[in-house]
C-alpha cells in the first residue's frame, strides 16, 4: 500500500485553503551524525513528508497560494553522479517536478535568491521554529528584510505563525490509505510479539528476543523498529524506557516487551509482559489482572465523541481499586486519585496518539478545561501499567511495600482506531 500523490495534492490544497494570503514553508529533515563521520539512518521529518511524500535530506517545499503560477514549490539536491556514488541516487531537479507534482522546483542552492519572490505578496509567513537552528536564522533573516521594506511597500510579511495547530489536525484524522498502511504496521509489529513469546525462554539474554523481533520487522518488509525496542525482565520492567536489553532472563521473570514496527513511516506500538516460564507467581498475576482490567475497560472509552480524557480516568480507577483490595495503597479512592498518591505505581499517561510519528501530532486539549473528542480516523494507544520498582519509595501516609511485590513492572498496551460507531484494536492479533 502507498500514499497516491493525488493524496499528498490534496493535503497540500487543504493546507493552503487555511493560510489565504500567507505563505507556507516546510523544511526536510537532514542527515544526523551518529559519531565521528558515521551516519545514522535518514529518517524524513514527518510534516514535510506529510504533504509532499518526498523522502530526502535538504530540501524545502514552499506553499504559495495566492502566487499566480508557483503554488507549490520544491527546492531540492541537484544531481551530481560524484556525490551520488557515496550517498545514493538523487531525484534531482527534473525528476522531482514530474514525479512530486511541484509546479516548480529549484535547486536547494538557490532558496535564498528564489524564496522572496514566494515571500513578497504574502501576509505573512507560516513555519514551524524546529531544532534546525540554521534554517530558522534563514527563515527569521529574511522576514527582517522584508519587514524593512514594509514601510515603502506597504506589502509584505509582516507576522511569522506556527505551521503546527493548522497542519496537525489534519494529520490527526487518518485517511483510508493511512489506516492501511497502519494495519500493515500492526500486523507486522503483532506478528514478531507472537514469534517473541515462543521465543523467550529462561537463559536467553534480552537483546536476543530484540533481535528476533527486529528480524520479523525487517523479513516482513518493515524500516525496522518504530522506536528502540523494550525487552525489560524482572525488576528491568519497572523503568519505563528501558534500552540496554543486555540481562539474562531469569526462570520466574516476566519479560515486559514494548516493540513496534515501522512501514511506510507509519508505525505500530505494542507492549504485552508474560511469564517467561509460562506461569505466573501470587503476585505477579494480582498486578497482571489489575492491569488487564485498566485496559479493557479503557478501550471500550474510546469512542467517537467520547472526551480523550476518559480513557485515562477509568484505568486510574481501576488501578487505584486494584492497588487498595492488594493493601498497596489505602485510604479513599477519590482523594487518592485527586492527590496522585497511585503516582508511584503508575506515572504515566494512558495513551498517545499513534500515526507517521509513534507520539503523534496533535493536541489533547483544545484549552485549559476542554479535552479534545475522539473522531472516527483517530488511532490512539491504551497502555495502562503498574510498577513497583525494586525501591520504590510510597507516598506520604501509605503503607510500605512489602518485598514480595518489589521489582514486578506490567504494562499492557494495544492500538486502537475509532469508528464511526465504536473502534477496533488493530493489534488484536496478540493475545493477553
Known sequence: MTILQREYRDRREQVMAKIGHGTAIFRSASHAIAHHDVEYPFRQNSDFYYLTGFNEPEAVAVLAPHHEEHRFVLFVQPKDPQKETWTGYRVGVDAAKEQYGADEVYPIDELDEKLPQYLKDSDRIYYHIGNDTAFNQTILKHWQRFIALYQKRGVGPVAIEDTNPILHPLRLVKTAAEIELLRQATAISAEAHNQAQKFAQPGRYEYEVQAEIERVFRAAGGLGPAYPSIVASGENACILHYIENNRQIQDGDLLLIDAGCSYGYYNGDITR????????????????????????????????????????????????????????????????????????????????????????????????????????????????????????????????????????????????????????????????
Request: proline letters at 8%.
Open 273 to 432: 509482559t508474560f511469564p517467561v516460564n509460562g506461569k505466573f507467581n501470587k503476585q505477579q498475576q494480582a498486578l497482571y489482572e489489575i492491569v488487564l482490567e485498566a485496559q479493557l475497560k479503557a478501550i471500550e472509552e474510546v469512542q467517537p465523541g467520547k472526551p480523550y480524557n476518559e480513557f485515562h480516568d477509568i484505568a486510574v480507577c481501576v488501578i487505584v481499586q486494584g492497588l487498595l483490595d492488594l493493601g498497596l495503597l489505602q485510604g479513599d479512592l477519590e482523594e487518592i486519585i485527586k492527590e496522585e498518591k497511585y503516582k508511584p505505581f503508575y506515572m504515566h499517561r494512558t495513551g498517545h496518539w499513534l500515526g507517521l510519528d509513534v507520539h503523534d501530532a496533535g493536541t489533547y486539549k483544545h484549552n485549559e478545561e476542554t479535552w479534545r473528542p475522539f473522531q472516527p480516523g483517530h488511532v490512539v494507544t491504551v497502555e495502562p501499567g503498574i510498577y513497583i520498582g525494586p525501591h520504590i519509595e510510597a507516598a506520604e501516609d501509605q503503607p510500605e511495600v512489602p518485598p514480595e511485590w518489589r521489582g514486578i513492572g506490567i504494562r499492557i498496551e494495544d492500538d486502537v482506531l475509532v469508528t464511526g460507531d465504536g473502534h477496533e484494536v488493530l493489534t488484536a492479533d496478540v493475545p493477553k
